[in-house]
Nanobody, 122 residues
Framework: QVQLTESGGGVVQAGDSLTLSCEASGRNLSTEPMGWFRQAPGKEREFVAGIAYGDGGRYYTSAVKGRFTISRDLAKNSLYLQMDHLRPEDTAVYYC???????????????WGLGTQVTVSS
């Protein structure tokens, strides 16, 4: 069974950058889509970014498009999220996900990591 471990979260100031990492173990995920979700305090979990299997297409929620970049290292079985120009509203717990189906907000068959906290101060 695959396990996902996120890292790289922290406390930063508005305008700063941060890179999140997600290391997968237990299964080679090079042929599976992966993505990032986040959950802010008092809000529902929301989709952030997704990447198709291999090093395929990438897609983002409008709130982060142009500021965040999703990427993966197939050799390391890892996923990344480069976050630039961070804003206080980006404060949330960020979760790494994988699935044998496309990563979308309605996909009910995803494997989740435990998350990493990102806090952006103004």
């Amino acid at each position: 069974q695959v396990q996902l471990t996120e890292s790289g979260g922290g406390v930063v100031q508005a305008g700063d950058s941060l890179t999140l990492s997600c290391e997968a173990s237990g299964r080679n995920l090079s042929t599976e889509p992966m993505g990032w979700f986040r959950q802010a305090p008092g809000k529902e979990r929301e989709f952030v970014a997704g990447i198709a299997y291999g090093d395929g297409g990438r897609y983002y929620t409008s709130a982060v498009k142009g500021r965040f970049t999703i990427s993966r290292d197939l050799a390391k079985n890892s996923l990344y999220l480069q976050m630039d120009h961070l804003r206080p509203e980006d404060t949330a717990v960020y979760y790494c996900v994988t699935s044998r189906r496309p990563i979308t907000p309605t996909n009910k068959q995803m494997t989740w990591g435990l998350g990493t906290q990102v806090t952006v101060s103004s």
